[in-house]
C-alpha cells in the first residue's frame, strides 16, 4: 500500500516572515509605481497567480501584465531568499527525514506557489529533493483540485492508485482544510502560518498541531 503526505509550503514547511508578500508588493512598485495595492489584503492561503490578479484589479492594471508582475516578484523573491536565514519552520526537516525513510510513503507539495517560487523557497534549505510530486498555483487556482492533481501524479510514480484515505494532505490554513477534504484526504491542521489555533479547531481538521516539533510524536499522529 502506498501513502502519498502531501505539504503545503508557506506557513507550513517554511516560516511566514513576509518575504513573499514584500516581493509581490515590490513587483506592483516597479511595474505599477504603487506601493499600497494591497493594503487590507490577507495573502494567506491563496494562490500566487490570484493574488497577482488581485493586484491588477486594485491597481486598474491591464491583464497582460500579468506575466511581467509575476516574474518582477520571482526576482523579488530569489534575491530575497537568498540574504534570509534559514527558512525552515521547528521540526520540519526531522518529519521530512522521517517520511522519506519509509518506503510505503510519497511525499508531495501542494501549494499555491508558482513552481519557480516553490522552488526557490525550498532550495533554500536543500528540501528541495523530498518531494517527487507537485500541484502548484500555476496548475490551477482550486486547491482542492491540486491535491486531485499530486495524487494522480503519485499514483503513476507507484503505478497503483492511491485510495484517498492514504493521503495525507498538511497545511495551515482553512483553504488548505478544506483542499483536503475535497480530495476526501486526512486533513491535518498545523498552526505555524496564517491561522490561529482557535480558527483551525473550529474546521475540525482530522489532526491539529501546534508544530510539527517533536517529530516523532507528529509522525506517529498522521501515519499510525
Ligand atoms: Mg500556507
Redesign the pocket.
Known sequence: MRRLVLF?????LIRPIGIGRRSIEGAFTSVYGTNDVFAGYGF??RTDPDIIDEGIRRANGRAEDHDRLLNAYLDNLAREVAVAPSLLLPGVRDVLDGLAARPDVILGLVTGNVRRGADIKLRKDGIHEYFRVGAYGCDSRHRGELVLKARDEAARIGHAPIDPRDVVMI???EN?VSAARYGRAVAVAVAT??CTRETLAALDPDHLFETMDPASAFLEAILP
Open positions: 503545503d509550503i508557506d506557513g507550513t494567506h492561503g497545511g495551515d490554513t488548505d502560518g496564517g
